[in-house]
């Protein structure tokens, strides 16, 4: 059983994820609020909460400084964005500010089900079918701090770059695995071992330091 808050300003929404969770999450509790506000006040007195789905466009989020606003008030508490926003980008950027996933409302029904048990499981979700966006501008390099060394790409072994590839893209560790036709625990091990060669300490810091990354070319070698 869990607790769990669904900050969104639409109810038609709040009850479509409310069934979503009643169904597949039998017991858990569910609070509902519609705006920023007592988003805040709720998540700032209680400690219990065991995720907060947020809303990117609910009243006085202002976008992401909502989240930021958010998690200042609570950081042990998981956020969650849920929104219609399709965009790679926003999606990075969310996972940027402190969201462990994000989750959008065009999602049928089983692909929510799978994000919430991947998130409650403590795992991080992004939607596969977003990150296999191209980026908009080819070639650009990212020009802030999270800018990855060339030298560190090139100490990837070719299937390490497949690995980091998919995770890129938002596939679990089981979907890379039946993808590259590789058991489950090969595949963490790979990923330990990515992590461990890019220098970085969590798989989101992978994803967000190699979501640039033309993968062609340094599969090419």
Known sequence: MYKILIADDHPLFRDAITHVIGSHFVGSEIIEKENLESTLELARIDKE???????????????????????????????????????????????????????????HRGQ????????????????SDIM???????GRRRRNMNEMPVERLLSLTRRQLLV???MVKGDSNKLIAYNLNIAETTVKAH???????LGVHSRVQAILTASDIDFTHYLRR
């Open 49 to 107: 909460l065991d995720l907060i789905l947020l809303d990117l466009n609910m009243p006085g989020m202002q976008g992401l400084n909502g989240l930021i606003s958010l998690r200042n008030e609570a950081p042990t508490t998981p956020v969650v964005i849920i929104s219609a926003e399709d965009d790679k980008q926003v999606v990075l950027q969310a996972i940027t500010c402190g969201a462990i996933g994000f989750i959008s409302k065009s999602s």
């Open 112 to 127: 929510m089900t799978d994000a919430l048990q991947q998130i409650l499981n403590g795992n991080i979700y992004l939607p």
């Open 132 to 138: 296999h966006q191209p980026n908009n501008e080819p």
């Open 164 to 166: 980091l590839e998919r």
């Open 191 to 197: 990923v330990s071992a990515i992590l461990s060669k």
